[in-house]
């Protein structure tokens, strides 16, 4: 029988916790190590609908990207948002297991399955080294690559649209064919400038702020805002295949009840 510390030894030898940053908080934030777990739910965000759908479907845990608790708890009552979840997970006896910066950082994490969806091909370059793995080698936030053939950004965005289906997309056009990328999933706005220090002509992330947009033009930088959930989402099906691969026998649910929070009119 596969245990909740089975699946955080995978994780962890996968996307090493001691990866994440120090702001972070990754790890087994609800749940006991040696409770059994049959099935699991993944999904990017630990949300009331996601945990009601875990307990529905008869899953013992849930393992998501961002944390369900970010910060110290001085009260667990159900009048706020995160300690009512985390009772809601307590009393449906759902474990959560929650991956975050360690699985932006790792090799083949969040920001290598970008990249392939991207269309980078080739060996690719860390946008920002965190360190070095005794075992996994050098990680890091973001990822820099190329494109076999130039395009225009119209004709880019036109297949992010396809490769990631983001609602909608917001972007800059510097007027320079696509060629030299960088990608950073989710909020990785404030790497602008290794972006341009790698020599990329556009980058592709999430949350950009007004200000991003007029120092990207200034530098005649093509970027392009794709969501933060469209471009974190997909590593899921990465760790999906982790989790399928060491533990056969246990049934991996994705959620049917997650997705892209933002629309666009």
Request: charged share 25%; net charge negative.
């Amino acid at each position: 029988m596969t245990t909740v510390r089975d699946i955080y030894n995978l994780m962890d030898e996968k996307a090493p916790f001691s990866m994440q940053e120090s702001w972070d908080n990754s790890g087994l934030l609800v749940g006991c190590w040696d409770a059994p777990v049959e099935r699991v739910l993944l999904s990017l965000d630990i949300t009331p609908a996601v945990i009601a759908e875990a307990a529905e479907r008869g899953c013992q845990m849930i393992l998501s990207h961002h944390p369900v608790i970010f910060s110290g708890l001085k009260a667990v009552t159900d009048d706020d948002y995160t300690a009512a979840r985390v009772l809601a997970l307590a009393g449906a006896g759902i474990a959560a297991l929650c991956c975050h910066t360690s699985l932006d950082a790792t090799p083949d994490g969040v920001n290598d399955e970008l990249a392939r969806r991207c269309g980078l091909t080739g060996a690719l370059e860390l946008l920002e080294q965190g360190g070095v793995h005794p075992e996994l080698g050098p990680y890091g936030v973001g990822r820099v690559g190329e494109l076999e053939q130039p395009v225009s950004v119209e004709e880019y965005v036109k297949t992010l649209k396809t490769a990631l289906k983001p609602n909608g997309i917001r972007f800059y056009d510097a007027g320079k064919p696509v060629r030299r990328v960088a990608v950073g999933g989710g909020s990785c706005g404030s790497l602008m400038g290794e972006v341009l220090e790698k020599r990329c002509d556009t980058f592709v992330t999430a949350d950009l702020k007004y200000d991003h947009f007029l120092e990207a033009r200034a530098a005649g930088l093509n970027v392009i805002d794709a969501g933060h959930y469209p471009t974190e989402n997909p590593v899921l099906d990465v760790v999906e295949r982790w989790l399928a691969g060491r533990f056969p026998a246990l049934e991996v649910l994705r959620s049917q009840v997650h997705d892209e929070p933002i629309a666009y009119d």
